[in-house]
C-alpha cells in the first residue's frame, strides 16, 4: 500500500491505495465517486475522463498514485452552487445526450478542449474529442453542444447555424389525426 | 402526393375538438414541442445512477465462470479449492438452481448454469460470490471443471448438413419460413443476382451489464437492473429461482444504452441466487470484455437474391434465401427470421416471390436481437441488388427504386394491406434533392481524406461514391404477439400544484421515453408537472423497449390512463357546475368550457383526492403466417426511411472516409422531434458501423476480438455531419398518428454506405463489413 494525497473536486483526501490502483477504480470505489464511469477497461471509450492539474486524462489509464499531490476533477466537481457548467446546460440542452453513459466523459474533454480553443470549428471540435465514444447520438448534437457552450464561455453571443438549435428538424404537413382513446 | 412544409419546423400537435385555439392558458412541453429531458440534469452532474454505480453497504461481488470451449461435455466440477479462498461466500453450480434451470426469450432452453454441455464459448458455468470482485475473480479460477472437447458446429452453411453434429436435439434448425407468393414459374427479361454476406455485428452499449439483487425478508428478491423489458426477464427470473412474481421484484436501474442487447438476461438469474444464498445484497457487473460474452448479437447472415424485371426496371418476381446463424441458443432467433422471411425483400412492389429464410443453430455465440432485427441484414441484399438492377437496366439507383417503391393501398408480399403512408419514392427525392457536400480541395487537409493523418495520400487514388438505400421496417411486435403495455396515471394537488404522476414499466434506455411520457400527460391533463415514477413492477407489463414500439404502445397506454383520470375529473366537474361533461376542457390547471371560459380550478374539483386510473393499450393484432404460403397480416405498421451516403475512397489503400450521410424518414408524428432526430443519427452511425468497421470475428467458435481496441464502432471523425429530414405522414391507426422511429435509420443507413463504396471503386462488395482488401481486390 502507498499513501497519496490528492485533491478531488475541492476536498483533501489522504488514502492507502495498492500501487496498481487506476485513478478510476479509487474514485469510485474508494472515493464512492461513481460519476465517472467506466465503459471499457481498455482506453478506448473516454467515458472514464476527468481532469489532472486541468487536463484530460482517462482516469483507467492512469494510477491513482500518478495522481499524489494532484488536483482531479470530475464530473461531480463542474458545477458552482447548483449551477451547472456551460458544457453541462449545453449537453443537456442540445439533446447532447441520450442514454448519458458517455456524457461524463464527453463533458470533461470538451471543457479540456474549449479551454485550449475558445472558439473551435465544427472539424476542431471533432478532431478534440475524437478519443470519447458515444453510441447513441452518432455525435451530430454533440458537436453543436460544445459549440454552444464554447460561445457561453467565453462569453459570445450565440451565432451562425451551428448555434441554434438542437436539431434542426424538416417536418412535413400531415394530416390531422384523431386521437386513439 | 400531400406537399410538404417549408423549413418551418413542426407544429404543435392538436388533437382538435378538445383543444380549440381559444385556449386560455397551454400548457408547454406538450406533443410536438420539445422539452427537455427529465433525466439530463442527473446525466450531465454524474448523479443519474446507472446499474453499474449502484451500491449497498454489506453487499458482496458475484462473477462468472464461463465455458472457454465452443462445445464440451462437463464431466465435473470441483469446486473446493474456490471455498477455500478468504472472502468467498458462495460458490454455485447448475446444482443449486431451485426452479427450472432454462430460461429465454421465446423457448427456454438456455440453462442458468451449465448442466452436462457448454455450447458456446462463454457459457455460464459457475459462480462465485466474495467480499471483492477481484477475489471472485480468483476463486472462479480455482473451480476445477473438467471438459470432454467435442466437436464444434461453427458454419451455419453446414449446420443442417446430415452429418452436423446437434447442438441441440432434434437438430439445428431453428426456424424455417416459407413465402410463397404469385406465380412461381414466372420469368422476366431482365435477371440479376447475387449473394451477399454479412458480419456479425454487436450492441456495443457503453454500459455494460449489471445488477445489484437484494434478498428481502419474505424470502423473495430485489433486482436492480440495467434491461429492456422488466416484465419479461420477471418471467423467466421466476422459473428458474421457482418462485411466484410477487417475489421476484425488478427495478428499472440507469441504463447505459441497449439497441436490442439487453433483452435476453444477464446478471439476473445470476446475481439473484447468489443473493438468496449469501442472504447478502449481491452485485455483478461485466467487465467490457465479458459484456461481449454476456449478450447476444446480430445474426451473421448469408443471403442469396434474385430479382426479375421488365426492361424499364419493373420488379417482376424476387428469388431470395436467408441463412441466419441463431449461435447455440434459441433467443429471439425465430421473431428475427420472421422479419428477414417477410420484410427481406424491402420496400417494394413484388408480384410474384419465393423466400426462404433459415435460423440455424451453431456453436457460435448465441444471437438475437439487435436494432433492425433482421431487416439490416436482408437490406444490404435487397439493395445492392437494386443497384444491379439499375445498371441493367440503364436506370440511376434513385429511379429503379423509385418505380419499384411500394405506396399506400400496395400489398407487401405476405398480402398484408399497407394502410397507412408509404412514401417511399418521396423519401427518395427528397434524400437526392438534397444538396451535395463540395467536392474535395486539391489541397484537402489531411484529416479529410481516407486514411487522415496516417498521411496515406495527398488525394491521388480518391475517389468518390454516391450511394443510395430504402427501407421500411415493422413497428411493434408480430406474427400475432399479444402486444401491449400498461399505465398508471395519478392526478392530484401537491402544494397547491396539480401534478400528475405516471407509472409504467417500459423501459428507458436512453432513447426519451419518459420525456415523451411526460408530454402525453401535459396534452391530456393540462398540466406542468410531470412526475415519472421509477419503473419497476409493481405496474403491468410495459413490455419491450424495441421494436420501435414504446412510443406507440406506452405512449398509446399513458394516454389512454389519462384520458380515463380526465373523464373522472371531468365527470366531477360537470356535477357540481351543473353542465354537460362533452362541453368541459381541462387546461392549464383549469376547468374550462366550451369557448374557452374558465369555469372552476382543477384544484377546487380535485380538493384532497388523487385520481387515479390504470389502462392497458394493443395495437391492433397482428396475426401467423400461412406456413406453406408465409401470407398474412403479420405486422402492425410499417416505418420507411431512405439514405444517401457520399464516401470518399482510396482505391489503392481501400481506405474509406464518408463524407455525408443524409436521410429522410417518415415517423407519422414527431411526439418530441430533438429526441426523433436523435434517433436518426445514432441509428444511421450504426447502420454506417456496420457497413463498415463493426464485426466480431469469430473463428472455430472462439471470439477474437471481445474488446473496444479491437472492436471498432464510429469515432466522432468516422461519422460525417447529417442532413435529416422527417415526414410525418399520420398512421390513422396509432395514437397521435406516431410510427417507430429508431430502427429504421439503422437500416437503410449501412447498404447507402456500402453502394457509395462500391461506386468509388467498382466492385462489387458482396461483403459487409466492407474490409481494405474487398476494395483493393487483393
Known sequence: ?181 | MRGRSGHSGPSVSTDAGTRPATTATTTPGRIGDSPLRPDGTLKVTGEFAYASDLWHDDMVWGVTLRSPHPHARIRGIDITEALTVPGVTAVLTADDVPGENAFGLEHADQPVLAVEFVRYEGEPVALVAADHPETARRAAARIRVEYEVLPAVTDPRHAMDDDAPAVHRPGNLVRHLQLRRGDQSVTAPVVVSLDVEVGMQDQAFLGPESGLAVPAEDGGVDLYVATQWLHVDQRQMCLALGMPPEKVRLHLAGVGGAFGGREDLSVHVHASLLALRTGKPVKMSYSREESFFGHVHRHPAWLTYEFGAERDGTLVYARARVLLDGGAYASSTAAVVGNAGTLGLGPYRIPNVAVDAYGVFTNNPPCGAMRGFGCVQAAFAHEALMDELADAVGLDPVTVRQRNGMREGDRNITGQLIDSAAPVAELLQIVADLPLPPQRDADADLRALPGSVGNTTHGEGVVRGVGYAVTYKNIGFSEGFDDYSTARVRLEMTGGEAVATVHTAAAEVGQGLITVEQQICRTELGVERVVVHPKNTAVGSGGSTSASRQTYVTGGAVQAACVAVRDVVLARAAASLGREVSQLRLDGEKIVGASGEVLTGLAEVLGEDAVEETREYRHRPTHAIDPETGQGDAHVQFAFSAHRAVVDVDVELGLVKVVALDTAQDVGKAINPDAVVGQIHGGSAQGMGLALMEEIVVTDGHVRNPSFTDYLIPTILDMPPMQVKVLEYADPHAPYGVRGVGEPPTISSGPAVAAAVRAACGRPLRRVPIRPEHITGT
Open chain 1, 1 to 181: 500500500m502507498t499513501q497519496i494525497s490528492v485533491r478531488v473536486d475541492g476536498a483533501s483526501y489522504s488514502d492507502d491505495v495498492e500501487p496498481r490502483t487506476l485513478l478510476v477504480h479509487y474514485l469510485r470505489e474508494q472515493l464512492g465517486k461513481v460519476g465517472t464511469v467506466v465503459g471499457c477497461d481498455t482506453s478506448n471509450c473516454g467515458a472514464c475522463t476527468v481532469h489532472l492539474d486541468g487536463e484530460a486524462v482517462k482516469s483507467c489509464t492512469v494510477f491513482a498514485v500518478q495522481a499524489d499531490g494532484s488536483e482531479v476533477t470530475t464530473i461531480e466537481g463542474i458545477s458552482q452552487n447548483g449551477t451547472l457548467h456551460p458544457m453541462q446546460k449545453a449537453f443537456h440542452e442540445m439533446h447532447g445526450l441520450q442514454c448519458g453513459f458517455c456524457t461524463p466523459g464527453m463533458i470533461m474533454a470538451s471543457i479540456d478542449l474549449v479551454n485550449d480553443n475558445p472558439d473551435p470549428s465544427e472539424d476542431e471540435v471533432r478532431e478534440g474529442i475524437e478519443g470519447n465514444l458515444c453510441r447513441c447520438t452518432g455525435y451530430q448534437n454533440i458537436v453543436r453542444a460544445v459549440q454552444q457552450a464554447a460561445g457561453e464561455m467565453h462569453g459570445r453571443a450565440a451565432s451562425g447555424t451551428s448555434h441554434e438549435s438542437p436539431a434542426v428538424v424538416d417536418t412535413a404537413a400531415a394530416p390531422h389525426v384523431a386521437v386513439q382513446s
